[in-house]
């Protein structure tokens, strides 16, 4: 029986959140105030989903595992504090263009996200093949279950919502039902029509329509 992964659910959303970033950001013409504004509010999504989960590393998830394992956790905090900067600079220059940046300022902004993209692929991955491993060494699946719950109950509903638009779309079939149906057992009805809405966007129609009918 597959082990839990810690890793794999809000990674996979990450990917996507930060592909579709990448996308509209090498496309979007700057000058016109609607296309601006909708790569501003894509920007806002993704560096709050990437605030939101480094935190949640470094104040659970790598916490939790330094514990059982001394110095398991100095590799990620290292990267966390070299990419913190650079994520924080990127969302500062989005949040200040008015339109009227030239053309090389703009390309200059596209080439440093395209930058810190690949470097945050490279140290996901490198939590999925590393990190992961010693997670599942030092947890049992029920331990991790619970972390997971845990993460769930304290982060904002909103950022839950966020996540959730990114990562649904992003899994298989199987992992959604997983993770949908036990969140329909546990919170209110209008609380999960929130989290359908949201997804629903993200996906194709029979995609969106097979998950509900595995979900009621």
């Not at 810690?6 to 496309?27: D, M």
């Not at 390309?107 to 140290?123: A, C, V």
């Amino acid at each position: 029986m597959p082990r839990i992964r810690s890793f794999a659910l809000p990674h996979k959303g990450l990917r996507n959140a930060l592909s579709q970033f990448s996308l509209e950001a090498g496309r979007t013409s700057y000058h016109d105030p609607e296309q601006l504004n909708e790569l501003k509010t894509l920007g806002h999504a993704l560096f709050t989903m990437l605030n939101e989960h480094m935190h949640t590393e470094n104040e659970h998830t790598l916490k939790s595992l330094e514990e059982r394992a001394p110095g398991s956790s100095a590799h990620d905090l290292s990267d966390h504090e070299e990419l913190e900067p650079q994520q924080n600079s990127l969302e500062q220059m989005l949040i200040g263009f008015t339109g009227k940046e030239d053309p090389d300022t703009i390309h200059e902004f596209y080439l440093e996200f395209t930058k810190f993209h690949s470097r945050y692929l490279e140290h996901i991955l490198y939590e999925e093949q590393v990190t992961e491993k010693l997670i599942q060494a030092n947890f049992t699946d029920e331990e991790l279950i619970e972390h997971r719950q845990e993460v769930m109950k304290r982060m904002d509903f909103h950022v839950l919502l966020l996540f959730l638009k990114y990562v649904i779309p992003a899994q298989s079939m199987e992992e959604n039902v997983a993770v949908l149906s036990g969140f329909k057992a546990n919170a209110p009805a209008q609380a999960f029509e929130a989290v359908c809405a949201a997804i629903k966007p993200g996906m194709l129609p029979l995609h969106y329509d097979r998950l509900l009918s595995y979900l009621n």
